[in-house]
């Protein structure tokens, strides 16, 4: 029987892969705790790195933690665990968003599981063009698969859905660019110069649509100092909508892990990524961003997928800096 030990060393290894997911604005709002008498890991929300402006109930929060619990849990499986997770399991203590225990080997490994290992240092959002090229069914079929194995929905909406999310899109993209909170907190996560381990760089940021049609997030806002020249983008981007049953706190967390165990089959596959959320910043559009053909839910993403170039990485908080004694 393999025996594991979950030292420092370990640790190191499984918070490494955490802090790697993806966070609203690169913002990293997590930290590690291990727990030896219950061999367990304990994530909590971060809210020193909070958005305010852009996710003033904390969705988008959870959403970000979520995530990282789902590249903890796949690093576990990586080094021999079985791990056990439970999403807010200790209602004293609020910002416990989750517990990893770790106090058993696997007895075979988990498929697939490599190969969401490997993707997890290859996954970057990339703000670039795509080209156009259209994403297999089979490969959208393992998306839509892999956020329902985490209590999460994907839908594919067609061509007229498409174009009526990317319209409220552009409207909530013009409302951040003109709201003045919204506007400089955005503008307060670009780094340029010497950059920290946050944030996210100006090399990162990526052009406008030349054309219009695909509202990419504008991080500078009206000031154009940092802006790249426009190019044109895909004339028909491929959105897929990440949903959930309910809208509560847990829900978000299983959509942050919904969102990371897609974001890394979707690498698995060569295919790019970027995350369209301004629409959930404004409630009354996140609302509306519901296809009313479908069953009642609540989006909790828009994701772009195609391909194009790989996107610039961006810098991560070393396990030390998140890790609590």
Request: proline share 9%; aromatic share 4%.
């Amino acid at each position: 029987m393999t025996t594991l030990t979950l030292d420092a060393a370990a640790l190191e290894k499984l918070v490494s892969a955490a802090v790697a997911a993806p966070s609203i604005h690169n913002s990293q709002p997590w930290r590690f705790r291990l727990e030896p008498a219950t061999s367990t890991v304990e994530v909590r929300a971060d809210r020193t790195r909070a958005v305010p402006a852009a996710d003033p109930q904390g969705r988008a929060l959870h959403i970000s933690v979520g995530a990282a619990v789902l590249n903890l849990r796949v690093a576990a499986r990586h080094l021999g665990w079985a791990p056990e997770v439970r999403l807010l399991p200790d209602p004293a203590e609020p910002d416990l968003f989750a517990a990893v225990g770790l106090d058993a080997a696997a007895a075979a490994p988990a498929p697939g599981n490599e190969r969401l290992y490997e993707a997890i240092w290859r996954r970057h959002s990339s703000r670039a063009p795509f080209t156009g090229e259209a994403v297999p069914t089979g490969v959208l079929d393992e998306l839509v698969t892999a956020a329902h194995a985490e209590g999460g929905g994907l839908h594919l909406p067609d061509h007229t859905e498409t174009a009526r999310l990317l319209r409220l899109t552009a409207e909530a993209e013009r409302r951040n660019t003109t709201d003045e909170a919204q506007r400089t907190e955005s503008r307060s996560w670009i780094r340029s110069g010497e950059v920290p381990s946050y944030g996210i760089p100006v090399g990162a940021l990526g052009p406008q649509d030349l054309a219009g049609r695909l509202p990419m997030r504008d991080f500078s806002a009206i000031h154009a100092a940092e802006h790249q020249v426009p190019a044109l983008f895909e004339h028909e981007p491929r959105i897929a909508v990440l949903g959930t049953d309910r809208d509560t706190p847990a829900d978000w967390l299983r959509a942050g892990l919904a969102l990371e165990h897609v974001l890394l089959t979707a690498t698995v596959h060569g295919v790019r990524a970027s995350l369209l959320h301004q629409v959930m910043e404004w409630p009354n559009l996140r609302w509306e961003a519901r296809d009313p053909r479908d069953r009642p839910g609540f989006v909790q993403m828009l994701i772009r997928l195609g391909y194009g170039p790989e996107g610039a990485p961006t810098p991560r908080l070393a396990a030390r800096d998140v890790v609590e004694p």
